[in-house]
């Protein structure tokens, strides 16, 4: 029989609470944190989310009326000269194919920021109620989203590519930065998963050995 330096007795219980209970109340308490900030950040990107989608619908809108309106048509081109800094932006074949691309380029754009955001809210709303973040349904998000990022990165610029050296010679909007840029992001978010893979099975380790 042990006794501290008060003269209690020592028990298994209260070795128990001394060892453990600080910590578990911290750990518990990060893990409120963390489940309300996914849940605030759920809410953020389905807002996100349907943003994007009406802006997805303006772009098309603006499209179709522009082939379907030669005014609008020649707005746009006007609208973009100003912006490109020419006084006047002479309406051709080859300007109004620009046009098309750009919103063609504009319209991947956001369906890729759609469904990249879309999961976003997934991935936030399993934090938000599971018992721990490093879950492999939460890797499985992760490398979707790089996937994603890949699908418009690559393909797309290609395509975009060869319509522009068939039909055009301006810029379509998907600049060689912009790939980089959105393949670099793709490694990250692929190495994220990886690492939420690996406490996954940590976890998975941890949970069957209590």
């Excluded at 809108?61 to 707005?75: E, F, K, Q, R, S």
């Excluded at 930065?177 to 670099?184: A, D, E, K, S, T």
Aim: proline share 1%; net charge negative.
């Amino acid at each position: 029989m042990c006794y501290d330096v008060y003269g209690d007795r020592i028990t298994d219980e209260s070795i128990e609470i001394s060892y453990t209970g600080k910590n578990t109340g911290t750990a518990s308490t990060n893990a409120g944190r963390l489940k309300r900030a996914s849940s605030i950040f759920a809410v953020i990107s389905l807002i996100i989310t349907a943003l994007l989608a009406i802006a997805l619908v303006a772009v098309a809108v603006l499209g179709i009326a522009a082939a379907l309106n030669g005014d609008i048509m020649h707005w746009l081109l006007n609208e973009w000269g100003e912006m490109a800094g020419a006084d006047q932006y002479p309406v051709s074949w080859s300007t109004e194919t620009d046009v098309y691309l750009n919103l063609f380029a504009a319209g991947m754009i956001l369906i890729t920021m759609i469904f990249i955001f879309l999961y976003a809210y997934k991935l936030f709303s399993n934090i938000s109620t599971s018992h721990t973040p490093f879950d492999m349904e939460n890797a499985k998000i992760l490398k979707k989203i790089s996937y994603v990022m890949l699908i418009l990165a690559i393909p797309v610029s290609i395509i975009n590519a060869i319509l522009m050296a068939v039909f055009a010679s301006g810029s379509s909007g998907m600049t060689e930065m912009n790939n980089l840029i959105f393949v670099l992001v793709a490694i990250l978010f692929y190495f994220l998963a990886l690492i939420f893979e690996y406490g996954a099975s940590l976890q998975k380790e941890s949970d069957e050995t209590l």
